[in-house]
């Protein structure tokens, strides 16, 4: 089998990729191992800066978006009984859309079969070799066979877990990593939102987040201890603690089944450089960000927009030069991204490891976010995406 680039990866940066490269000209197959299924309902993050939303619009997937993503203009901060608005308009003029990464990927599943594109579901890719010469493989299992996709260029969109960063050469890349001592347990409830916008909240509980899919249905997050078991809690316990992390005078949270709880481990990691020879890594194979701050969706979306730019001009032009940059360029971004949600996830959890002197700076934080216009920006200007393409 033979294609242009081959893309290992069918997440959003994956499917995102093909589709940029298809409206170039540029042929691609994605190899995905999971099913279609399970990547259609996997619940992942929500929130679209509006520089991934006009992307996503510029290469005609956006139309669903359009008609039922939320377009929301601030959030609030709430803590000590106390709420703050963040006005996300009034400090920088832009906006971010509420809108399911699972409901992105099913646009462009939907857009790359409707143009005939190669995507590849339940293809196990068990190797990636030639990144040093000009015609790399990726080999992989599907079905019963064993197929060898010869291609030009492969781009690693393989997640954090995947074979592509393993497969660089000992010693061609560096990495920097932090763990943090909690975990997010997230609930899916099929219950109106008891908000307009989204409500980050700091406790001395912990975190608790309040977001949405739809006028009906409600994303809730609650810090918990890193290894937890989602299922050690009972739907009684979370709504209780989400009670007690939101609590106000004047608000309630309205309560409802709980259809999905799962538990997301938080990190920060770098990989750096994100290209060896003919390997490109994006998105979650290249780098991690806590959640806290909705970065994730956002960087391999910039990632991959930046990657489809640089292979046009290399496959399409013969000037290599823009790939030569692209990780020099795409770190910038990351760095900035790492930092704002290092802030955010510090600032917002309570870390039972740390000193209690962390704790009292972190508050004071949040109080500078909450009550200052120069601190509020900074976080606004951040959280709606520094990145204009
Ligand atoms: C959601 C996730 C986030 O990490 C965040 O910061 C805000 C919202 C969400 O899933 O809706």
Known sequence: MRTRVGIVGGGPAGLLLSHLLHLEGIDSVV??????EYCERRQRAGILEQASADVLRAAGVGDRMDRVGLVHEGVELRFEGERHRVDFVELTGRTVTVYAQTEVVKDLIARRCADGGQVLFEAEAYAVEGIDTDAPVVRFRH????????????VG????HGLCRRSLPAGASRTWERTYPFGWLGVLAEVAPSCDELIYARHDNGFALHSMRSSTVSRLYLQVPPATD???WTDDQIWDELDIRFALDDWKLERGPIIEKNVTPMRSFVTEPMRHGRLFLAGDAAHI??????K??????ADVTLLAGALRRW????????ADDYSATALRRIWRAQQFSNYMTTMLHTDPTSNPFDGQLALSQLRYAATSRAAATTLAENYVGLWHP
Do not use: F, S
């Open 230 to 232: 989602a299922n050690a």
């Open 315 to 322: 496959l399409l032009d013969g000037d290599q030069r823009a």
């Open 157 to 160: 969109v393989d997640g954090y």
């Open 289 to 294: 960000v806590p959640p806290t701050g909705a």
């Open 296 to 301: 994730g969706l956002n960087l391999a979306v």
């Open 31 to 36: 190899i995905e191992a999971r099913t279609r």
């Open 143 to 154: 079905g019963d066979a064993d197929v060898e996709l010869r291609c030009e260029v492969v």
